[in-house]
């Protein structure tokens, strides 16, 4: 009897061709970008040579730039990097430097 696996892709990111995750939907995106400024040019009257040259180039500057970032960044280094500027890089107090570290007692109102 033959076992096989089943379900074996369950919790996994999703995956096409190295790209993992929020590359993918990057990529997808972007092309799909691309397939509509390369139509909206087609049926604007431009010429169809510079329009398949404009989308061959952008798409292969897409490819690249894609696949450049997931090799860089890696599955969640977009995420990261993104956090990462988002975040404060000072923290403002405006106390005086002996009223951080003494102890304050509370007045309590009855």
């Given at each position: 009897?033959?076992?096989?696996?089943?379900?074996?892709?369950?919790?996994?990111?999703?995956?096409?061709?190295?790209?993992?995750?929020?590359?993918?939907?990057?990529f997808a995106g972007?092309?799909?970008?691309?397939?509509?400024?390369?139509?909206?040019?087609?049926?604007?009257?431009?010429?169809?040579?510079?329009?398949?040259?404009?989308?061959?180039?952008?798409?292969?500057?897409?490819?690249?730039g894609t696949f450049r970032?997931?090799?860089?960044?890696?599955?969640?280094?977009?995420?990261?990097?993104?956090?990462?500027?988002?975040?404060?890089?000072?923290?403002?107090?405006?106390?005086?430097?002996?009223?951080?570290?003494?102890?304050?007692?509370?007045?309590?109102?009855?």
């Open positions: 009897m033959a076992e096989y696996q089943v379900n074996k892709g369950i919790g996994r990111s999703p995956e096409f061709k190295g790209l993992k995750s929020q590359y993918l939907f990057i972007g092309l799909l970008a691309l397939f509509v400024i390369f139509v909206v040019m087609y049926m604007s009257g431009i010429d169809q040579w510079v329009c398949i040259g404009f989308g061959t180039i952008s798409a292969s500057a897409l490819v690249w970032l997931n090799a860089r960044y890696g599955e969640f280094g977009l995420m990261k990097l993104q956090a990462s500027r988002n975040r404060p890089r000072h923290i403002i107090s405006r106390r005086s430097f002996h009223r951080l570290f003494s102890a304050t007692s509370k007045k309590r109102s009855v």
